[in-house]
């Protein structure tokens, strides 16, 4: 399957996992098996701290730069880096650059 996200319309999602701001979602793919999107998050937004249980993330960003916080430790993070979250670790992203942050994010169900 080709996913194609200029086709897919972005939602907007204030405070979204308990963050400041609004982050927008493309969702391609979300058949309880998987998710599949395109996240978008302005200067100075960010998404909470959540927890993943029964399922991991894996984050690809391709624009901007910012933070993650993961189990309380700070990983900074840039476009062409990947970031991993773990099933049953706690994460949160923080855009602290100077342009919005994108990024494809894949959330596989574990369970």
Known sequence: MVIDFNKIDAVANPAF???DGEVFIKTAVADGKVKVMQITIPV???IGLHPHYGNSEEI???QGKGHFMT???RE????GQVHYCEEGE???FVNDGDV???FFAVVPDRK
């Open 71 to 73: 189990d309380g430790i």
């Open 60 to 62: 690809l960003v391709v």
């Open 17 to 19: 996992k308990g963050g």
């Open 76 to 79: 900074d993070i840039c476009a």
């Open 100 to 102: 919005p942050v994108v």
């Open 44 to 46: 100075g937004a960010s």
């Open 90 to 92: 706690t994460h949160g």
